[in-house]
C-alpha cells in the first residue's frame, strides 16, 4: 500500500476498518487502542493522552459517545456498510465507510471550511468504537441502505 | 482509476525513459481544464481506449454530448467498446444523486461524471458531500459482498473553479488529478499527477467537442506551455 498524506480519500486497505487514510501516527495509536482494549478491557492513560495530542479537542466527546453506545454499523445484505452516530444533541450523523465524511455541522466548519480539525467527533467515535468493538450493529436492506444515503439529498431537493 | 486515463492518454513518448510498474491503483481522478481543454474528449476516450476489452463503462453529465469520438463507432472505435459505454445525463443534483444511489448493487467498472460544477452545492459541506457520495456508492461491497476491483472513478471540473472552497474540498478526495492546459496549434498539455509518483505529461489533441481521440500522445517535457497547476486557477 502507498501511503501518502492525511488525505481522507478512500484506501480500501487501512487497517482502521474504515476505507479511510490516517496519518500513520493516528493509525497505529488505534491499533494499540485495540490491542489494549482487547486485553485489558481498559484504554491506558498514555493512550489516551496520544488520543488528545492527535485528535485535539473532540478526543474526549468522541469517546463520551462510545461510552453512550452511540454507534451504529449499518449493513446491507450486499455487505455495504455506513456508520450512524447518535450525537449528544438526539440527532443522528451519517458517516461514510469509503471517506472522511459526516453530515454533522461541525465537520463541514471545523474540517472543511476551517482545516482545524482532521476529523469530527462523530468519525473518530466510528474509530474508536471499532477499535473497542462497541459498535451496535444493524442490518438493513439495500433500498434502505441506499436511502440513509440520500437522506439530506432528498431533503435538500 | 489513473490506469484507464493512462490508456487513453497513450504510453510515454521518446527520450523519457521506462516507466516503472506500479501496482493498479483505483484512487479516484480529478480531471481539471478550462472550458475547451477537451475533458469530455478525454473521459470518453478513457471509456473507450480498452477497446473490446475495457472496462464497462458509465458516463454521466448534465447535458448530452454531441459527438463520440471518432465519430461514435467510425474508423478507430471499437463497436464492441461502445456497447460497454452506457451514457446518461442527469439534469440536476438531486438526478445525479438518485443515479449514485442505484449504482451500489452493480457499479459499472469505470464512473466517468462530467461537468462536475454543474452539480456542486454552494458549501464546501455540499461540495464534500457530492465528491464524498461518489465515493461510497462506488466502493465494492465488504467482506459479506462478492470481492469484486474498486470501480475507478473520475470526474471533471471546467476551470476556474465556481468558487474558492471547490478545489481545496475535491483535493479530499480526489488524490490525484489530471490537468489539462491549451497550447498554441490547437494541442493541450496534459499533466497527470498522483500520490507517491512523478507527475506525468503529454501534449495531444483533444477535440473540445468530444470528437476525435488522443492524437499524438507525446510526453511532454517538464516546463513546456503555460499555466499547468492548480493553484494558478485557484
Known sequence: MESWSVSPARDESSASGMGSTLPAVAEELLKEIKKAFQETSHVPDELLLGLRFIFGPCAVPALDLVDQCSVTQVTSPSGRTLYQVLGNSGKLYTCYSSCHFCTCPAFGFSVLQKSVSLLCKHILAVYLSQAMGACQELTVSEEQLTSILLAEEEEEG | MAAALERALGSAGPGTGPVPEVPEMSEPVLVLGPAGSGRTALLLQAALAGGAHGPRALF???????????????????????????????????????????????????????????????????????????????????????????????????????????????????????????????????????????????????????????????????????????????
Open chain 2, 60 to 234: 454521466l453529465a448534465p447535458s448530452a454530448v454531441p459527438r463520440l469520438p471518432n465519430g461514435g463507432g467510425g474508423t478507430g472505435t471499437d463497436p464492441r467498446a461502445l456497447q460497454r459505454l452506457e451514457l446518461r445525463y442527469p439534469r440536476s443534483r438531486g438526478s445525479l444523486c438518485r443515479e449514485l444511489g442505484a449504482l451500489s448493487l452493480r457499479p459499472p467498472d469505470l464512473l466517468l461524471l462530467d461537468g462536475l460544477e454543474q452539480y456542486l452545492g454552494a458549501s464546501p459541506g455540499g461540495c464534500a458531500r457530492l465528491a464524498a457520495l461518489l465515493l461510497e456508492t462506488t466502493r465494492p461491497p465488504g467482506p459479506r459482498g462478492r470481492p469484486r476491483p474498486p470501480p475507478q472513478v473520475v470526474a471533471a471540473l471546467r476551470l476556474p473553479s465556481p468558487a474558492p472552497h471547490v478545489l481545496p474540498t475535491l483535493r479530499r478526495f480526489f488524490p490525484a488529478r489530471c490537468l489539462l492546459s491549451p497550447r498554441p496549434g490547437g494541442l493541450v498539455g496534459v499533466r497527470l499527477s498522483r500520490p507517491g509518483r512523478p507527475p506525468r505529461r503529454w501534449r495531444l489533441h483533444l477535440d473540445p467537442h468530444g470528437e476525435g481521440g488522443g492524437e499524438g500522445g507525446e510526453e511532454e517535457q517538464e516546463g513546456e506551455g503555460g499555466s499547468d497547476t492548480e493553484e494558478e486557477w485557484g
